[in-house]
């Protein structure tokens, strides 16, 4: 595997499911990013992690919540979610000091029904 | 705060040349990036400048001046391939690298 892989590519989840979203990256990097991505709208950065420890966290709210375990794995737990919810959810890496560069991975289509 | 600003659609010919422009308004700034997104696809990294003038990347320029606080992408020899979304993205320091995305511009090539 390279680069940034994400499973699963889709999810279908009721609002009262709990599931989890997953991301890889392969490249060495030392800071990952999760993202939302809706129609029209801009990417919204979701939370950030830069060796492990989350440092940014852009008023999500606390149906989601982020883990991870070491520099190349993070991940998206999600419970009690909304359809507004609905949109692609994008994982991205980058080094810690360039976060200009980041690289990201395919993204998970999640629809809330 | 921050905000980005980039037209939400633009419209060009196969072996044209197009400009697509990017204002932002931020504290801190530091550097603007472009990434590319085809539909269905991951945004991919194109290009980034910290200092004032144009960076050229083979069929691809971007611009910066920070006096004025834009940016743009050029597009040089259009192919069809290159009909995607572009986002342009602010780089600040305020106590911290953070990096913001505009909401992408769509460009369609037609033949």
């Known amino acids: 595997e390279t680069g940034v892989t994400q499973t699963p590519r889709h999810l279908v989840m009721g609002m009262t499911n709990k599931k989890s979203l997953k991301c890889e990256q392969h490249?060495?990097?030392?800071?990952m990013y999760w993202y939302k991505q809706s129609a029209k709208k801009p990417l919204e950065l979701m939370f950030v992690y830069s060796l492990e420890e989350r440092v940014e966290n852009n008023s999500v709210p606390s149906r989601f919540s982020p883990e991870c375990p070491n520099s190349s794995h993070l991940f998206l737990h999600l419970h009690t979610l909304q359809p507004e919810d609905s949109a692609l959810y994008l994982c991205?890496?980058?080094?810690?000091?360039?976060?200009?560069?980041?690289?990201f991975g395919p993204g998970t289509r999640l629809t809330v029904t | 705060g921050q905000s980005l600003e980039q037209p939400s659609e633009v419209t060009a010919v196969e072996g044209a040349i197009v400009q697509i422009n990017c204002t932002y308004q931020t504290s801190g700034f530091y550097g603007l990036s472009w990434y590319q997104q085809h539909d269905g696809g991951a945004p991919t990294f194109l290009s980034y400048n910290a200092l004032d003038g144009l960076e050229e990347t083979g069929r691809f320029s971007s611009f910066l001046s920070r006096s004025d606080s834009y940016g743009y992408l050029l597009l040089q020899e259009l192919q069809m391939k290159d009909s995607a979304s572009y986002f342009c993205a602010v780089r600040s320091d305020t106590g911290g690298f953070k990096t913001i995305f505009g909401a992408g511009t769509r460009l369609f090539v037609k033949a």
């Open positions: 991205a890496s980058s080094p810690r000091d360039s976060d200009h560069e980041q690289y």
């Open positions: 490249l060495g990097h030392n800071a």
